[in-house]
């Protein structure tokens, strides 16, 4: 069920802005139809029963005998107040205008007037039937029976002014309009703000309310703060190495410059290897700032071919031997059976020799280095594991990392750039593998490659 959650629309933001809008509408359309039904004059005109008509009629014939339209008024008046409407038919003038109300549109009694019998007109809240028509002296009048209809609640659309509800509209779609700006800016505004203080230097600026949410503004805080930390990172491991380099590259360069010293003072060329080992060292140094900076811009072209890992194994051990024989130390190769795979030999031979290098360099006096090499489902696993000190485990990871530094006793034995494993990882990765560490339970470290098999 984890797909349908891909399909709230909640969780993006074009899906918010497009309901937000699609709701304000549909509100916008309904009020106006709302409006509109509830504003127009429901105004109609029905049959009146003969029953109704004749006892009508019937009631009148007490008013007949009036002498004048005044009297007849005065008459209906003191039988039934506001009950009756009395229209000149000759000239179709309403002479009872308080009856009606102030919006009613008269020219409807002229139309009921022209009619054959009476009818029943219903009008908003007053129904009148008629007309009856009376003779009085020669004069004609028209009469209509007045009633009051129930009036319909306050809240109903009728009862507000059509300015009322005008403004009411614009003020529902005001707050909504600016409740989704709201939404959308607040949160950029404080990525811009971390963005400019970070910018400003302040490194450890990162968004907290707007990683808060699930759309694409989230994912944006979410990616800028994962930004922020590589960034901050990233130049903190910059400024390590130029400190670190800083110092090991001060150290051979004042130790040859010392042996040149003593050479020209004795005149003697012993301090010649002395001077060699130190100019080699610096040559090693930059060539591994060289070959990390080529690497981690995609510089290097893999030169694949067929390699047998046992042999290329071997030929390692061997090379390293004569460290390992210096401190004791015994290098075991375990295998189930002939090994090989498609890959770049002198890369991939680089990077186990510095793993291996390292594995000597940490191992104790008389201490092992088991090199175990198996082939799973698909891939190849090489695991070199040391007796030394070991790594923290919440530093596993950071090993691999360019100019990382462990500052225990890792650290200080090694006198190196921090690049060492940081070349393996960007090897085995431009391999299409995989490289990581674990403590192992005896003590020590184990770094294990994984390749896959072309």
Request: proline fraction near 4%; aromatic fraction near 6%; charged fraction near 20%.
């Amino acid at each position: 069920m984890h797909w349908l959650a891909h399909l709230n629309p909640f969780r993006y933001l074009a899906g918010r802005i497009f309901i937000w809008f699609w709701l304000v509408l549909l509100s916008a359309v309904f009020v106006t139809l709302a409006m509109s039904r509830a504003l127009t004059e429901r105004t109609e005109i029905r049959r009146l029963p003969a029953s109704i008509v004749a006892q009508v009629q019937q009631q009148l014939q007490g008013f007949s005998n009036s002498k004048n339209a005044n009297q007849l008024i005065a008459r209906l008046q003191r039988a039934r107040p506001d009950h009756w409407l009395v229209v000149d038919a000759q000239t179709n003038t309403v002479l009872t205008p308080g009856l009606l109300p102030a919006a009613f549109d008269q020219h409807w009694l002229t139309e009921l007037s022209r009619l054959e019998k009476p009818r029943w007109l219903r009008h908003d809240n007053i129904s009148l039937a008629g007309p009856f028509l009376l003779n009085l002296d020669g004069h004609t009048l028209a009469l209509y029976q007045k009633r009051e209809r129930p009036a319909r609640p306050w809240w109903h659309l009728t009862q507000v002014p059509q300015q009322v509800l005008l403004l009411f509209t614009l003020l529902i779609s005001a707050v909504a309009s600016f409740v989704l700006a709201i939404s959308i800016s607040r949160p950029l505004r404080e990525l811009l703000q971390r963005n400019l203080q970070f910018a400003d230097g302040q490194l450890n600026s990162r968004v907290t309310g707007l990683i808060k949410r699930k759309d694409e503004l989230g994912l944006l805080g979410h990616s800028f703060n994962t930004m922020a930390e590589r960034i901050s990172g990233l130049l903190t491991n910059q400024q390590r190495l130029i400190r670190d380099i800083s110092h090991e590259l001060r150290s051979p360069l004042a130790r040859a410059q010392l042996a040149l010293g003593l050479t020209e003072r004795t005149g003697t060329l012993q301090q010649i290897p002395r001077i060699s080992q130190e100019l080699e060292r610096l040559d090693s140094m930059l060539d591994e700032l060289l070959t990390y900076s080529k690497l981690d811009a995609g510089q290097y072209q893999l030169n694949k071919t067929a390699v047998n890992l046992n042999e290329l194994m071997q030929e390692l051990t061997e090379l390293n031997q004569v460290e390992a024989d210096a401190k004791q130390q015994q290098i075991n190769i375990l295998t189930s059976g002939p090994l090989s795979l498609i890959a770049d030999q002198r890369l991939l031979g680089r990077a186990i020799e510095n793993v291996l290098r390292n594995a000597i360099k940490y191992s104790p006096q008389g201490g092992e280095i088991r090199c175990q090499l198996q082939q799973q489902p698909g891939r190849v696993l090489l695991q070199i594991c040391d007796q030394g000190p070991g790594i923290a485990n919440d530093k596993l990871q950071a090993i691999f990392e360019p100019f990382y530094r462990v500052s225990d006793s890792r650290d200080n034995q090694s006198g190196g750039t921090g690049l060492g494993l940081a070349i393996v990882a960007q090897i085995i990765r431009q391999h299409g593998g995989s490289v990581s560490a674990a403590n192992r339970s005896e003590g020590g470290l184990c770094i294990s490659l994984q390749l896959p098999l072309n």
